[in-house]
């Protein structure tokens, strides 16, 4: 979006912002190959004036920190796009800013701080999925789906999001949970029929557990999102598993941790993923 001339502003700390004040954003895309761009960076949002639209990237475990913090750049009309692993974000953000700003994203992307100032994108998946959280085609959505089409943005108006979200939660539930668990890419994983077995399992019981809490997961959800997990570069990695080996906090609350939150609070049984939980928080915590 900044390449395409629109006004942006990006929140960042440490040694990445001084790299992005200093350097500006360089990106390594195996889609789009690679490119540069001045920014405008800053550690505290209220620097950055007031805002039409909040990319909202943070992990997990930040959101409502980071959503205290924009308060600042928000309008009566700004919308808020959360593009964050799980399915709860959006529930903090409203809590914290009240209801009718956040909009629920989703991006489909596998990247990296290769070093500061520098993000890595290993493969050609680079999409964004986003919509209102009661499905409607607004007047705000229309303008921000424009947007991105003229920033030359891979993104599409979903007009349920909350299945959209639970799609990819039940991608990245298995795919972060296996490979954080192994210290192995997703390769090795769907090749041995053993571990292939186990992400399946991690897969219905996410479904098992959306379908409880009122999403809409069709069996062919199920068989689409093990398929595409079997099939996805044997070299992925999860950003878990690579916070994992980073020594850096990991999303496991947000991921297998919420599966099995919201599977006791629906009655689901969550056996895999309370399984891959408890060894996960275990390895975290010796680090």
């Not at 954080?180 to 041995?192: D, E, R, S, V």
Request: with cysteine; hydrophobic share 45%; net charge negative.
């Amino acid at each position: 979006m900044a390449r395409a001339g629109q006004e942006i502003g990006f929140v960042a700390r440490g040694t990445h912002l001084d790299a992005l004040k200093k350097n500006g954003l360089s990106v390594r895309s195996a889609k789009s190959g690679d490119f540069q761009v001045p920014v405008r960076a800053t550690e505290s949002a209220v620097d950055l004036g007031e805002a039409d639209l909040v990319l909202f990237c943070v992990k997990s475990y930040d959101t409502a920190a980071a959503a205290e913090s924009i308060r600042p750049v928000m309008r009566p009309d700004t919308a808020v796009i959360s593009l964050q692993n799980g399915v709860d974000n959006e529930e903090v953000i409203d809590s914290v800013l009240g209801p009718g700003h956040v909009m629920g994203g989703v991006a489909y992307i596998e990247s990296t701080i290769a070093e500061p100032g520098i993000i890595a994108q290993m493969s050609g998946l680079c999409r964004l999925a986003f919509g209102e959280l009661n499905g409607d085609r607004s007047e705000r959505a229309e303008h921000i789906d424009a947007e991105f089409r003229t920033a030359e943005i891979d993104a599409v108006w979903a007009e349920d999001i909350t299945q959209t979200l639970w799609l990819k939660f039940m991608f990245i539930s298995a795919m972060a949970g296996l490979t954080t668990l192994t210290g192995k890419p997703i390769g090795p994983i769907a090749q041995t029929p053993e571990s292939a077995a186990v992400l399946r399992a991690v897969i219905e019981e996410v479904a098992a557990v959306g379908r409880a809490a009122g999403v809409n997961i069709s069996d062919k959800h199920i068989e689409v999102t093990y398929d595409n997990a079997v099939k996805a570069p044997a070299a992925m990695k999860s950003s878990m598993q690579r916070d994992m080996e980073r020594g850096r906090a990991i999303e496991l609350e947000a991921l297998n941790g919420a599966v099995v939150r919201i599977g006791a609070r629906c009655g689901v049984p969550t056996p895999v993923n309370s399984t891959i939980h408890g060894c996960i928080t275990v390895m975290a915590s010796q680090r």
